[in-house]
């Protein structure tokens, strides 16, 4: 080999070995970048998360059109009608009490009530068709009563007997309790026992919702629970007007019956009752649920008819006060499907603001930003709007003590704008510091 291709070979190989030698000192000096932008990740995390705030910020342009959206929502709740549900002193009744059910009507005759029965009567013709309906279950359930087979309240008790929280009477008058200041004190410092105007607020099976929990519970164990929680055991029999005497007996017939002052019972042992019974018969808790179904309809109609659902137990007083003058739950539900109707429309006048502020703003804005960043921009807009308008308005309920006026349906658009927005907010940040950061790590500017 000659000394020219020695040469050669020589500058190839030193030439070959300074581009390696380049390499490396690149991949070292990338190498070192990364690690360093590793090491220092949260900090740069923080400047991009400062960054987009920066570049989201509203500005000028952008503070005109939050006031738009405040003015907009404003003017839409102060020109909503009031909540009917708040007024009731100044509406009337759709249905007089005169209109009404009597206790023992077979029949109303004439306006809405045309052609519905009430009270015992209806309870009666309920009562036997249903055991009509179910003849052998029910001529079982009374086979095993005869036999006192049942430790607990048979199937056909529950359907054959009165509710127990339909008793008024104790059976000793001198252990009568002040039951939620609803019974009067007399004299001597007792207490009379409810009647059958307050026995509707004062017992929680008569609650229209409640009810079908402790009414059930009551049905099934022969028990009564007043709105102050407290129960006692309720004894049948027949009283002896003459004598003055109760005479407790255990019979499948309507009967009287007498609440048993000094037997209180613990709502726990009350459920604990139910569900022996139910292991000893699983028929029975379907009873107990048609004999309440029963029940609170044959006393829906009638002239006091129900109180006001749960406002019972947080104002024994002024539930009673509403039911004497007719707010009974038929007349509460007429105006809670007119509030809930009012603020549904509410909910949705208040979106489709929103929605029209964001279209015309994603029209009209002239900038070189992402629409990425003008679509959290509208975002902040109309959440900060959002917000502002619905405070302002519990503001001035307060203020002005006029819940009527309370925007239900605008403050449920102002919670779902807060959640969605601050959600799409969210995700536009995390691609935007993801693509930012990315960037950083592949060295692209």
């Known amino acids: 080999m000659s000394i020219e291709e020695l040469k050669k070979r020589k500058e190839k190989l030193n030439k070959s070995t300074e581009n390696a030698s380049d390499k490396m000192d690149k991949i070292i000096r990338e190498s070192s970048r990364v690690s360093g932008i590793a090491s220092n990740a949260q900090e740069i995390l923080n400047d991009l998360d400062k960054q987009f705030e920066k570049e989201t910020a509203l500005d000028k342009f952008d503070v005109n059109f939050l006031f738009l959206t405040i003015m907009l929502q404003t003017i839409r709740w102060v020109l909503s009608p009031k909540l009917k549900m708040t007024q009731l002193e100044n509406l009337s009744l759709e249905i007089s009490k005169e209109d009404r059910l009597g206790a023992k009507e077979k029949q109303h ?122 129960s006692y055991q309720v004894v049948r029999g027949h009283k002896i007007k003459a004598l003055d005497v109760f005479i407790e007996n255990r019979e499948l017939q309507f009967s009287d019956q007498a609440i048993d002052y000094k037997n209180p019972k613990d709502m726990m042992d009350i459920l604990q009752n139910c569900i022996l019974s139910i292991k000893e018969d699983y028929k029975r808790i379907m009873a107990a649920v048609v004999r309440q179904s029963i029940h609170l309809t044959s006393d829906k109609y009638c002239v006091e008819g129900l109180p006001i659902p749960v406002l019972s137990v947080i104002d024994q007083k002024k539930s009673q006060e509403l039911i ?49 960043i003008k679509e959290v921009k509208i975002r902040k807009i109309i959440k900060i709007a959002n917000v502002i308008t619905s405070s302002s308005n519990v503001l001035h309920a307060a203020l002005s003590k006029n819940v009527s006026k309370l925007d239900i349906g605008g403050i449920g658009a102002t919670l779902l704008t807060i959640f969605t927005g601050d959600k799409f907010i969210a995700n536009i940040k995390q691609e935007f510091i993801k693509e930012k950061y990315s960037q950083l790590i592949m060295n692209n500017e």
């Open 109 to 230: 005759v004439g306006g809405l009530y045309d052609g519905k029965s009430s009270g015992a009567l209806y309870e009666a013709k309920a009562l036997s068709k249903y055991r009509e309906q179910h003849k052998d279950k029910a001529l079982d359930s009374q086979e095993a009563f005869y036999k006192r087979e049942n430790e607990y309240r048979s199937w056909i008790e529950i359907l054959t007997q009165p509710v127990p929280y339909d008793a008024l009477n104790g059976l000793d008058k001198k252990s009568i309790p002040n039951i939620a200041g609803l019974n009067k004190q007399n004299s001597n410092g007792t207490y009379n026992n409810i009647y059958g105007k307050n026995h509707h607020v004062a017992t929680l099976g008569h609650d229209p919702i409640l009810g079908w929990i402790f009414g059930t519970l009551n049905i099934m164990t022969s028990t009564i629970t007043f709105v102050d929680f407290s």
């Open 324 to 372: 004497e003058k007719g707010w009974n739950s038929i007349e509460i539900e007429r105006l809670l499907k007119s509030d809930l109707k009012q603020i549904s429309i509410s909910a949705l006048v208040a979106m489709m603001i929103n929605i029209i502020v964001e279209i015309i703003y994603m029209l009209i804005i002239d900038s070189a930003e992402s629409t990425e």
